[in-house]
């Protein structure tokens, strides 16, 4: 008799700690460390490792094997070079399913009811370079017909060679989807996609979706609602399309955002987590049990977010006062060695918002936009500036830093409040699309919080929460 009981990879959860590869700290580890960690792993008797084939500029790409079971599993992330959350979950697993513990009967349960195939970092060199792409430029993921990528051959050459019952697709997507249009998070979406225009479905595709009804159910209890479903529409250039007509139920997860985790480590342990729900659930078939009618009630994927939306505000613009909304995007920026990312905040939206939201919201029908003034000062006043110092600038409505001696360079500066600018005007003016976010909102000509590159400062607060601020 199978029986829904998800209760062994649940205990997991809060044991999660003990199997987070310390290694990899933020998204933007590359081939070399994931070379290391391989390394690592098999140097155990637990785990093997090919090279099944190399990126255009030469990147191994590895399979790695475990478990004796009869029940074929493939998972294989980062085919989109900057899109690493899976990466560092799937290095995650490996460490619990090589551990010894208390957990040692759902070990054993899985490694000895499935084989585990998987590639990690699919795409090494759009990783290199933190970019979807790969090094011909073509999205690996729009390659599965004509398999002109090195890096999608090697995928298809692998998947006909096992011949997998189940497939696991790794992604990540926009921090800025909703789960439908409401104001939660696509923390995690699914689909299990189509393999043919009508959409059909048959049982490979039916396996798939109550795979993903399983994993719903479990993560429902740690992000209630932050749970969305992607577009099926057909795509054959695809490779999750490609795989659901070759007969592997393939199941595509896209990692979203998450309140207050830019570099994705909170979401990294729920794709540990929905991984191993799934792989307890292969393991004793207790997926066949989801009902597919249930899937219908996971939300539609919806590009409806903002990073900072600011509802009800005074503007004065072109001498029309108006009272309207303000949504903010921060954009990232890559460093010039790919290892990290700043952000420039902009306006992106004036006008009507209906359904959409914020990560952060402000209700501002008592407030006023109200431009930055500049400051004047020498380079070496700036230079000495404390963020404190910054900060009473602020509260008295400055909001940028003009030198009297040389020419300042453009900001903004990272870890700094106030920007330095060279504009001509005493302050920077209106709020406009495309504008850079920084700028008060005030009650009664007093500044309560500041826009600083798209990060809210509330100004009634202590200056110990400052450097919070720029957290990302
Ligand atoms: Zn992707």
């Known amino acids: 008799m199978c029986q829904v009981n998800l209760k062994s990879a649940d205990l997991v959860w809060d044991h999660y700690d003990r199997y987070k590869e310390p290694v990899i700290t933020n998204r933007f580890f590359k081939h070399t460390e994931v070379l290391?960690?391989?390394?690592?792993?098999?140097?155990?008797?637990?785990?093997?490792?090919?090279?099944?084939?190399?990126?255009?500029?030469?990147?191994?790409?590895?399979?790695?094997?475990?478990?004796?079971?009869?029940?074929?599993?493939?998972?294989?992330?980062?085919?989109?070079?900057?899109?690493?959350?899976?990466?560092?979950?799937?290095?995650?697993?490996?460490?619990?399913?090589?551990?010894?513990?208390?957990?040692?009967?759902?070990?054993?349960?899985?490694?000895?009811?499935?084989?585990?195939?998987?590639?990690?970092?699919?795409?090494?060199?759009?990783?290199?370079q933190w970019k979807r792409r790969n090094d011909l430029e073509i999205d690996v993921n729009r390659d599965a017909r004509y398999l002109v990528t090195p890096e999608?051959?090697?995928?298809?050459?692998?998947?006909?060679?096992?011949?997998?019952?189940?497939?696991?697709?790794?992604?990540?997507?926009?921090?800025?989807?909703?789960?439908?249009?409401?104001?939660?998070?696509?923390?995690?979406?699914?689909?299990?996609?189509?393999?043919?225009?009508?959409?059909?479905?048959?049982?490979?595709?039916?396996?798939?979706?109550?795979?993903?009804?399983?994993?719903?159910?479990?993560?429902?209890?740690?992000?209630?609602?932050?749970?969305?479903?992607?577009?099926?529409?057909?795509?054959?250039?695809?490779?999750?399309?490609?795989?659901?007509?070759?007969?592997?139920?393939?199941?595509?997860?896209?990692?979203?955002?998450?309140?207050?985790?830019?570099?994705?480590?909170?979401?990294?342990?729920?794709?540990?987590?929905?991984?191993?729900?799934?792989?307890?659930?292969?393991?004793?078939?207790?997926?066949?049990?989801?009902?597919l009618e249930d899937y219908q009630s996971i939300p539609e994927n919806s590009r409806s977010l903002y990073d900072v939306l600011i509802r009800n505000v005074s503007i004065s613009k072109e001498g029309i006062a108006f009272r309207t909304n303000l949504g903010i995007v921060r954009s990232q920026i890559k460093s010039p060695d790919f290892g990290s990312m700043s952000y420039n905040g902009r306006i992106e939206e004036l006008g009507d918002v209906e359904l959409t939201h914020g990560y952060d919201e402000i209700e501002a029908s008592n407030l006023t936009f109200t431009a930055g003034n500049i400051k004047l000062m020498r380079k070496s006043e700036w230079e000495t500036l404390s963020p404190q110092q910054e900060l009473d600038l602020i509260r008295e409505g400055y909001l940028f830093v003009k030198w009297t001696d040389g020419t300042s360079p453009a900001g903004p500066l990272n870890a700094r409040l106030l920007n330095l600018t060279n504009k001509e005007t005493n302050t920077i003016q209106s709020a406009s699309i495309g504008q850079q976010a920084q700028f008060l909102l005030s009650r009664d000509g007093k500044p309560v919080y500041a826009l600083l590159n798209g990060y809210v400062l509330d100004l009634t607060k202590d200056v110990a929460t400052v450097p919070n601020v720029f957290g990302y």
């Not at 190399?54 to 790409?61: A, L, W």
């Not at 209630?224 to 999750?240: S, T």
């Open 36 to 128: 290391n960690l391989i390394q690592k792993h098999t140097t155990s008797r637990l785990i093997s490792a090919v090279q099944i084939g190399q990126s255009v500029k030469g990147r191994s790409i590895n399979h790695l094997k475990l478990g004796t079971g009869k029940t074929k599993v493939l998972l294989w992330s980062q085919m989109h070079g900057d899109e690493s959350t899976a990466t560092m979950a799937l290095f995650d697993l490996l460490n619990f399913l090589a551990a010894d513990d208390e957990h040692n009967d759902l070990r054993k349960l899985i490694l000895s009811n499935l084989e585990l195939n998987i590639v990690p970092m699919l795409n090494p060199d759009g990783a290199q």
């Open 152 to 291: 999608g051959r090697a995928l298809m050459n692998l998947a006909k060679d096992l011949k997998p019952e189940i497939g696991f697709n790794l992604h990540d997507q926009s921090t800025l989807y909703a789960a439908g249009r409401t104001d939660k998070t696509a923390t995690l979406s699914f689909l299990a996609p189509a393999y043919d225009y009508p959409k059909s479905m048959n049982e490979v595709r039916k396996r798939a979706t109550q795979l993903i009804l399983t994993m719903n159910a479990a993560l429902q209890i740690k992000i209630p609602g932050k749970i969305a479903k992607y577009d099926d529409a057909f795509d054959p250039r695809c490779f999750g399309d490609t795989f659901q007509g070759m007969g592997i139920s393939t199941i595509l997860i896209e990692s979203g955002g998450y309140y207050a985790d830019p570099e994705k480590q909170y979401i990294r342990k729920l794709n540990f987590y929905a991984l191993l729900n799934a792989f307890e659930s292969i393991a004793k078939k207790s997926y066949a049990n989801q009902n």
